[in-house]
């Protein structure tokens, strides 16, 4: 690792300046200097990155979306990751066991099928449904008395993001980009309306371009420009199990459409989620005890044999979702301040979409156009003003 404090500690100016180093800024950072724009700086008021979201997430990655945008965000990404060590030299853990998606309604089915017939519409080509009896093959400990199907996609898996988000930004600094820790953004600052630099806890620093890639602290790193950004964040919790080989490890992610349990192999044990509808927005970051039974009866429900799983509390997080209000992501201008951009509201997927977030975004400042997606305008900041909201149905 360089030593990335010290590259270029005095910065008086900045092509581009990013609020945050998490798995997207520093999606973004790399990026910029592969793209030949070197002079970025990353500004992170943590002493060391991942201690926002990045480091709480569950690595899942996927391309079962019911969008077409966050479809081609995941068909950018999850490529990225397959080829990630050959691209940068470095790991993004990406193991490609799957998303299985377990339907135990009709009307789960019928969602499952719409949705494929879109995602091989826009080139996901290995995504199939199941009959119970392939779903019981694939995870012969499931109670399958009630599924009636289910859809499967085997380049879905996981990555490890704290691999990536360093990967990247070793990489960008290595092509110019400097990162500094333990600094806070703490004014953005206007001329004639647009972006002319940045207050930090070290001092101003100018630059024609902010990229706002504060997770689950968005609004207010917006707000610091005068730009209202809808961005909640939202509690979030993860049980990792204590070693279990009851199970197959080479299992794929498990969703269980009944009630939004899903559960993946991590370690030697499972890592187990379920996203409480009953929690409300806000910076809570404690882990709840009470929530480990909440897990535990959908587990041993869906898994009869995880009755016998060993949970130590301790080990348990809680980290933020960054929900936006139609539950994709926010990336691009924000026309009001020219040289503002967003990446921000990625409400569960911002790991599974930062390489194509970074992509997009660079696109955008360097060339004011790209093609990952066929419009990133629906994505645009000024969709909320204009009430041209998406809908997403598979928040996980
Ligand atoms: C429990 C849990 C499970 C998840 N599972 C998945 C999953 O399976 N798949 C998936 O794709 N996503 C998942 N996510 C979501 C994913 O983790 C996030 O969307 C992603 O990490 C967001 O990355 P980020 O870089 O935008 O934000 P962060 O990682 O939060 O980084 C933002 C950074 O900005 C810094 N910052 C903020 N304000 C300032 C400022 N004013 N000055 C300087 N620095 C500042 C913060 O210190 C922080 O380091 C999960 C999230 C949680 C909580």
Same mark, same amino acid.
């Not at 703490?186 to 206007?190: D, K, M, R, V, Y």
């Not at 004639?192 to 990229?211: A, C, D, K, L, M």
């Not at 420009?225 to 209202?228: I, L, M, S, T």
């Given at each position: 690792m360089l030593p990335l404090d010290e590259a270029n500690t005095n910065l008086p100016t900045a092509d581009v300046i990013i609020i945050g180093s998490g798995i997207v800024g520093s999606s973004v950072a790399w990026h910029l200097t592969q793209a030949g724009c070197r002079n970025v700086l990353m500004v992170e008021r943590e002493s060391h990155q991942g201690k926002g979201s990045t480091g709480k997430s569950m690595g899942g990655v996927r391309a079962q979306f019911a969008t077409p945008v966050n479809i081609q965000m995941s068909l950018y990404s999850i490529p990225f990751y397959a080829s990630f060590e050959e691209r940068l030299g470095l790991p993004s853990e990406y193991r490609p066991q799957g998303y299985l998606f377990v339907a135990t309604k009709p009307s789960h089915l019928d969602y499952l099928r719409t949705n494929q017939t879109l995602q091989k519409s826009l080139g996901l080509k290995q995504v199939r449904m199941l009959t119970r009896d392939e779903i019981v093959a694939i995870v012969p400990q499931l109670r399958s008395d009630d599924v009636l199907g289910g859809s499967f996609c085997p380049t879905d898996g996981f990555v490890d993001p704290y691999s990536v988000m360093v990967g990247f930004t070793t990489r960008a600094c290595e092509q110019g980009a400097t990162l500094w820790r333990s600094t806070e953004v703490?004014? !953005? $600052?206007?001329e004639?309306?647009? !972006? $002319?630099?940045?207050?930090?806890?070290?001092?101003?620093?100018?630059?024609?371009?902010?990229?706002?890639a504060a997770g689950p602290w968005a609004a207010q790193a917006a707000a610091l420009?005068?730009?209202?950004l809808p961005v909640e964040p939202l509690r979030r919790m993860l049980v990792p199990t204590e070693p279990f080989d009851g199970v197959s490890h080479a299992i794929p992610m498990v969703i269980d459409m009944t009630n939004g349990f899903h559960f993946r192999p991590e370690s030697l044990g499972f890592l187990l989620a379920w996203n409480d509808p009953e929690e409300t927005p806000g910076y809570?970051?404690?882990?709840?005890?009470?929530?480990?039974?909440?897990?535990?009866v959908r587990a041993a429900d869906r898994v009869p044999c995880f009755e016998n799983l060993a949970v130590n509390p301790k080990r348990a997080w809680a980290g933020l979702y960054e929900m936006s209000p139609d539950h994709h992501a926010i990336i691009g201008p924000v026309h009001e301040v020219p040289g503002f951009f967003c990446a921000n509201g990625f409400s569960g997927h911002g790991v599974m979409h930062a390489p194509a977030t970074g992509k997009i975004l660079s696109d955008l400042i360097l060339r004011g156009a790209t093609d990952v997606v066929d419009s990133a305008e629906v994505l645009s900041p000024g969709r909320f003003a204009k009430g041209a909201l998406l809908h997403e149905t598979a928040v996980l």
């Open positions: 703490t004014g !953005i $600052n206007l004639n309306g647009r !972006i $002319n630099g940045v207050e930090t806890t070290r001092g101003p620093v100018s630059t024609p371009v902010v990229v706002n420009a005068g730009v209202d809570k970051t404690d882990f709840e005890p009470s929530f480990i039974e909440k897990i535990l």
